[in-house]
């Protein structure tokens, strides 16, 4: 069963609004343009996959009135299935392109996506994942006050320590710690909401939980539940940013 | 066991098992490294492989769509000529990129010298694609009076063609009365519908720049029906981007040094000092990004006003912009259809300038916009300045010129690194100037202005709350500034029954033929005369003519936005010939001549082979030359004026004497063959029938024959050159029976061979005879004709082919 969130953003994404297209493209367009770089590697040129992941959004606001809930498919199956989907027709489209002939695009049904070959991997459910907690923080950022941010980046991303972070903004440790668990209470709720939006299933939506990011209840204490959701965000945030770095090299390296 | 044999034995066992581990410790990281090599070697074989296959496969696709192009150019279908043609360029850009991979790039990877091949593989495309384009105008564009073009720029994306010009007198002096003395040259940036600019591209350029021409950044722009042109002033220098590389290149990995990290300081400062003046100036730049900032030896200067905005335009925003320099915030709002009035677009100015400063440290794009991490040396203070620049719509900066005060503050500090963002000017709750927009500005004549819209919501916070504009004509789209404190002092004079404003000039002269009527109908206000019924309103042909232009700019419009929903090929799509298309053409012409060569060469090995192979034996061959090969009688034609040139003939005193005779050696001489035959002491008749004067060309061929000839040792009976006193009369006797053989047959004739074939058995005192006559298709020419019989002399062949050789001057093969 579908929670709110998941809905209203399914609904907005089924009235069209081109704002909610762009968040799924700014949020979700990295991860599908590695993975239809992996799949199409030799085939397809950069330019090409970044074609292709507009178009899997393309396609993907075509199959939402068709979506059932009841198929029981992951949000990223669905993408990822998708994604496939465009990726094949596009090898369809060169085949009669090279024959000299045409060949109409294929039909997308949700029949296609729960097929074997469309299982994701680990590293991709991964990186859907990792967007996800990406866009929370994103959110947050919007959210949160400019410093209170800056303190939390400077404290856990840039790795930090508590002492120069009050050093370098003129205030005090405690002021500091109060600040970042501001920060880190919102982000939590930011990543239960973002998960919970972009996930279909259960499943999905204890992967915040399975990742180490939401668990604090099985933690000993406070501080080092804290300590592991900071460890967990920093790692994941890391890895997102390596991501975009290869996808923006990629864009570089388009002609080669 | 004894104790000490037991402590020994323990002692031997750890020793062996730390032995072990130490082996193993040390084998471990060559296995591995060996590992790594075998892996590596094994993906380098595989890619080589993949890559070849593809390679084949791009140019099997590439030949057999070339027909499909030549077909459709032929049916006069460019349409799908041009769509086989981009067909045929991707796959010879495919094959391209397999061989530099097979050839340099995969081996640069299994040798680990990525960084060898970086520069053919980013720094080489970035200068190909920066490179200008034709120096001059094409002729369908036409020149730009006034200026004398001395080169080209890059034209960047917006699809203009930009040239650098030098004005002449006149031109400067108009430059100097508009307040831009000293210009020498200029860049002009052309939009031609000639040239393959778009109706919007041109509509878009030309939006802002009434506004940048009164701030001096245009000199001079001007609109007819099918061009649209602009001057600045030309910038010389380097873009930011290339002296970012540069200034990594010299300060290693880690980052840039204490000197090139105070230049970027300059430079930053000097673009936020550029735009505290557009945006006090009414002005939003819009695509600020290295590319665009031009660095000298002094400062750095922006370019580039494709996309200079009014931030009062009424105009909804537009997504247009450079990735990672845009905000995706504006993004959003422009999906949203919010209007510039809407925002304050300085914000999205202060965060292209805070991407700019981000790439410069770290010679890379914020990939990730706000949240890019700073990786490289970078004081702490330029991080936050960075961060606070890129932050959220609402968060960041709120002007370029409290970015400006950060700035400076950096750049005038001893120690940069020693700074801590607490203590920069934005932070210590210094008051920043944030001077409202410059009211010298006037707002973009687009429509009237609308309410603003969303202006309260919190991410509009901060917007300045544009001027009130009271609409002057609906029909002209003209409007005037109406501030309620000023009302009577500034703005449109209320003209009672005639509901006309005066047009709000500033004192300055109004716009020729725009207020001429309303001007008409003030004077005739204050004269007490009638007013004229449509002052001051265009004619209903003009207004028709208005609509009509309105409603095809909505079309392309349309069809634009509709071009850019299609895929990628149909956004590309361009009828005609294309590189594809070319490609193709000379693949085929290539192909085809090559097929031709060979089979001009396969005709010719079949026709020398038949003549080489004769079942009847002859006087051989002669390359090119029809020669009849007959059992007893035979021939050798030759047309001299196209014979191939042979080695001279060696004199008679320097020949080598050997058993086989002086005509052996000439032959030998001419060509290394072995002729086991002489003609030394035949007799060779010529008939000449070519009528005196000869001209010089054919005396020039003749007589150097006959010379031969006779250095041959051959007996020359009837030789017009060199018997002084004539034939005797046996010859004489002999040249008349032989005319009468010949008749009017033709020399090739088989008959006439036939017949003198039995002539010479008949005369036993003539061994060969050369015919001569003019050709009869080329005045001036001149037909060689040998006949000789073959039963009469047992050394036929060597000495036809000697023969042939002397008279035709060309050898034959032996049989």
């Known amino acids: 069963m579908l929670n709110t969130l998941t809905t209203s953003f399914v609904a907005r994404l089924k009235a069209r609004?081109?704002?909610?297209?762009?968040?799924?493209?700014?949020?979700?367009?990295?991860?599908?343009?590695?993975?239809?770089?992996?799949?199409?590697?030799?085939?397809?040129?950069?330019?090409?996959?970044?074609?292709?992941?507009?178009?899997?959004?393309?396609?993907?606001?075509?199959?939402?009135?068709?979506?059932?809930?009841?198929?029981?498919?992951?949000?990223?199956?669905?993408?990822?299935?998708?994604?496939?989907?465009?990726?094949?027709?596009?090898?369809?489209?060169?085949?009669?392109?090279?024959?000299?002939?045409?060949?109409?695009?294929?039909?997308?049904?949700?029949?296609?996506m729960s097929r074997a070959g469309t299982r994701a991997d680990v590293e991709y459910e991964g990186a859907v994942f990792r967007a996800k907690v990406e866009?929370?923080?994103?959110?947050?950022?919007?959210?949160?006050?400019?410093?209170?941010?800056?303190?939390?980046?400077?404290?856990?991303?840039?790795?930090?320590?508590?002492?120069?972070?009050?050093?370098?903004?003129?205030?005090?440790?405690?002021?500091?710690?109060?600040?970042?668990?501001?920060?880190?209470?919102?982000?939590?709720?930011?990543?239960?909401?973002?998960?919970?939006?972009?996930?279909?299933?259960?499943?999905?939506?204890?992967?915040?939980?399975?990742?180490?990011?939401?668990?604090?209840a099985k933690r000993k204490s406070e501080k080092d539940a804290d300590s592991m959701f900071d460890e967990c965000l920093c790692e994941i945030f890391h890895t997102q940013t390596e991501l975009r770095k290869r996808d923006r090299e990629a864009s570089d390296s388009a002609r080669w | 066991m004894s104790a000490v044999g037991l402590f020994g034995l323990i002692l031997g066992l750890l020793l062996a098992i730390g032995a072990a581990f130490a082996v193993v410790a040390l084998t471990l990281p060559v296995v591995r490294a060996v590992g790594i090599a075998v892996g590596s070697i094994f993906r380098f074989v595989g890619m080589e492989i993949s890559d070849s296959l593809r390679l084949v496969g791009s140019v099997i696709t590439s030949v057999v769509l070339a027909p499909f192009v030549l077909a459709t150019v032929i049916l006069g279908r460019w349409s799908a000529a041009a769509h086989f043609g981009?067909?045929?360029?991707?796959?010879?850009?495919?094959?391209?990129?397999?061989?530099?991979?097979?050839?340099?790039?995969?081996?640069?990877?299994?040798?680990?010298?990525?960084?060898?091949?970086?520069?053919?593989?980013?720094?080489?495309?970035?200068v190909v694609r920066a490179a200008p384009g034709r120096d001059r105008p094409s002729a369908r564009v036409g020149q730009f009076q006034g200026y004398t073009i001395v080169g080209s720029l890059s034209g960047g994306g917006s699809g203009g063609k930009l040239y650098v010009a030098e004005p002449d007198a006149i031109k400067q002096a108009a430059?100097?009365?508009?307040?831009?003395?000293?210009?020498?040259?200029?860049?002009?940036?052309?939009?031609?519908?000639?040239d393959g600019s778009t109706l919007p591209q041109i509509i878009r350029e030309s939006r802002a720049l009434d506004a940048a021409k009164k701030m001096g950044l245009v000199l001079e722009h001007e609109l007819t029906n099918d061009r649209f042109f602009y001057v600045m002033r030309f910038v010389p220098g380097e873009s930011l981007a290339i002296v970012t590389h540069r200034m990594h290149a010299a300060s290693g990995d880690s980052g840039l040094?204490?000197?090139?990290?105070?230049?970027?300081?300059?430079?930053?400062?000097?673009?936020?000092?550029?735009?505290?003046?557009?945006?006090?100036?009414g002005l939003w730049h819009k695509d600020i990004k290295p590319d665009n900032i031009i660095v000298d030896a002094r400062r750095a200067q922006i370019v580039d006003l494709g996309l200079v905005t009014p931030l009062r335009s009424n105009m909804t925003l537009t997504t247009h912009g450079t990735e990672y320099f845009r905000d995706p915030e504006l993004v959003r709002l422009a999906l949203k259809g919010v209007k510039v009035h809407q925002v304050d677009g300085a914000r999205f100015d202060v965060y292209a300038t805070g991407a700019v400063l981000f790439s410069v440290i770290e010679n890379s794009f914020p990939a990730h916009g706000v949240l890019s991490p700073l990786t490289k040396r970078c004081p702490e203070a330029m991080k936050w300045i960075i961060r606070r620049a890129m932050a959220d719509y609402d968060k960041r900066y709120p002007t370029a010129r409290a970015m400006l005060d950060d700035v400076r503050f950096v750049a005038a500090a001893n120690d940069p690194f020693g700074i801590k963002p607490i203590e920069l000017p934005s932070m210590s709750g210094a008051p920043t100037a944030d001077p409202a927009p410059s009211t010298d500005v006037e707002p973009e004549l687009v429509g009237a202005a609308g309410p603003a819209l969303g202006a309260s919501s919190s991410s509009m916070?901060?917007?300045?709350?544009?001027?009130?504009?009271?609409?002057?004509?609906?029909?002209?789209?003209?409007?005037?500034?109406?501030?309620?404190?000023?009302?009577g002092r500034r703005s449109g004079l209320w003209l009672g029954p005639v509901g006309l404003f005066a047009h709000w000039d500033r004192g300055g002269p109004s716009p020729k033929g725009k207020n001429e009527g309303a001007e008409e109908a003030v004077a005739s206000a204050r004269r007490g005369s009638p007013i004229p019924k449509n002052a001051g309103r265009p004619s209903a042909e003009e207004q028709r003519t208005r609509a009509r232009e309105r409603a095809n700019a909505a079309r392309e419009r349309a069809r634009q936005r509709r071009a850019a929903r299609r895929t990628p090929i149909a956004n590309d799509f361009r009828p005609g010939v294309n590189v594809g298309v070319a490609v193709a053409l000379?693949?085929?012409?290539?192909?085809?001549?090559?097929?031709?060569?060979?089979?001009?060469?396969?005709?010719?090995?079949?026709?020398?082979?038949?003549?080489?192979?004769?079942?009847?034996?002859?006087?051989?061959?002669?390359?090119?030359?029809?020669?009849?090969?007959?059992?007893?009688?035979?021939?050798?034609?030759?047309?001299?004026?196209?014979?191939?040139?042979?080695?001279?003939?060696?004199?008679?005193?320097?020949?080598?004497?050997?058993?086989?005779?002086?005509?052996?050696?000439?032959?030998?001489?001419?060509?290394?063959?072995?002729?086991?035959?002489?003609?030394?002491?035949?007799?060779?008749?010529?008939?000449?029938?070519?009528?005196?004067?000869?001209?010089?060309?054919?005396?020039?061929?003749?007589?150097?024959?006959?010379?031969?000839?006779?250095?041959?040792?051959?007996?020359?009976?009837?030789?017009?050159?060199?018997?002084?006193?004539?034939?005797?009369?046996?010859?004489?006797?002999?040249?008349?029976?032989?005319?009468?053989?010949?008749?009017?047959?033709?020399?090739?004739?088989?008959?006439?061979?036939?017949?003198?074939?039995?002539?010479?058995?008949?005369?036993?005192?003539?061994?060969?005879?050369?015919?001569?006559?003019?050709?009869?298709?080329?005045?001036?020419?001149?037909?060689?004709?040998?006949?000789?019989?073959?039963?009469?002399?047992?050394?036929?062949?060597?000495?036809?082919?000697?023969?042939?050789?002397?008279?035709?001057?060309?050898?034959?093969?032996?049989?």
């Open chain 2, 586 to 815: 000379v693949m085929l012409l290539v192909g085809g001549g090559v097929v031709a060569v060979a089979i001009i060469k396969h005709r010719d090995e079949s026709r020398q082979a038949q003549i080489e192979a004769p079942a009847a034996p002859g006087i051989g061959v002669i390359p090119g030359q029809r020669v009849p090969l007959l059992p007893r009688a035979g021939t050798a034609s030759v047309d001299l004026d196209t014979a191939s040139d042979v080695p001279s003939v060696v004199p008679a005193a320097s020949r080598p004497q050997s058993g086989l005779g002086s005509a052996l050696s000439l032959a030998a001489a001419g060509a290394g063959l072995a002729i086991d035959q002489t003609v030394r002491g035949s007799r060779v008749l010529v008939v000449c029938e070519v009528t005196p004067p000869l001209s010089t060309a054919a005396r020039n061929r003749i007589a150097p024959m006959l010379t031969r000839l006779h250095n041959a040792g051959v007996i020359v009976l009837a030789d017009p050159f060199h018997d002084a006193s004539g034939a005797d009369q046996a010859t004489e006797d002999r040249l008349v029976s032989l005319h009468r053989q010949r008749e009017l047959r033709s020399l090739d004739s088989r008959q006439l061979e036939d017949d003198i074939g039995g002539w010479l058995r008949a005369d036993t005192q003539v061994d060969f005879v050369v015919w001569i006559e003019p050709e009869p298709q080329r005045p001036g020419g001149v037909l060689v004709q040998l006949f000789g019989d073959r039963e009469q002399r047992p050394d036929w062949n060597g000495a036809a082919r000697l023969l042939a050789y002397a008279v035709i001057k060309d050898l034959v093969r032996p049989d």
């Open chain 2, 175 to 194: 430059f100097e009365r508009q307040g831009a003395p000293g210009v020498q040259q200029v860049v002009i940036k052309s939009f031609s519908l000639q």
């Open chain 2, 461 to 487: 916070a901060g917007v300045p709350s544009g001027p009130r504009l009271r609409i002057k004509s609906w029909w002209q789209d003209r409007c005037s500034r109406f501030d309620r404190g000023r009302a």
């Open chain 2, 257 to 281: 040094n204490d000197s090139a990290l105070r230049r970027t300081v300059g430079y930053i400062a000097d673009v936020l000092q550029t735009l505290t003046g557009y945006h006090e100036g």
């Open chain 1, 17 to 112: 609004d081109e704002a909610a297209w762009f968040e799924l493209w700014e949020t979700f367009g990295p991860v599908i343009r590695a993975q239809l770089t992996k799949w199409g590697r030799g085939k397809i040129g950069v330019e090409t996959v970044r074609d292709l992941s507009q178009e899997t959004l393309a396609a993907l606001s075509g199959s939402l009135d068709r979506y059932d809930p009841a198929k029981g498919a992951r949000f990223s199956t669905w993408l990822l299935a998708i994604a496939k989907h465009v990726l094949g027709d596009e090898m369809d489209r060169r085949m009669a392109l090279k024959r000299g002939g045409g060949k109409g695009h294929a039909e997308l049904d949700e029949s296609w």
């Open chain 2, 86 to 126: 981009r067909a045929i360029q991707g796959e010879v850009v495919t094959a391209g990129a397999c061989v530099y991979r097979m050839a340099i790039g995969h081996p640069a990877v299994l040798f680990r010298a990525r960084a060898l091949t970086e520069g053919i593989e980013r720094r080489l495309p970035e």
């Open chain 1, 135 to 216: 866009k929370a923080i994103r959110m947050v950022e919007h959210d949160c006050d400019f410093a209170d941010f800056a303190i939390y980046r400077m404290r856990v991303f840039d790795g930090m320590s508590g002492k120069d972070v009050a050093v370098a903004l003129g205030t005090s440790e405690p002021t500091v710690s109060r600040r970042l668990t501001k920060v880190r209470d919102l982000l939590r709720i930011r990543i239960a909401e973002v998960v919970a939006m972009y996930s279909f299933t259960e499943e999905e939506q204890r992967e915040a939980e399975k990742s180490g990011l939401l668990d604090g």
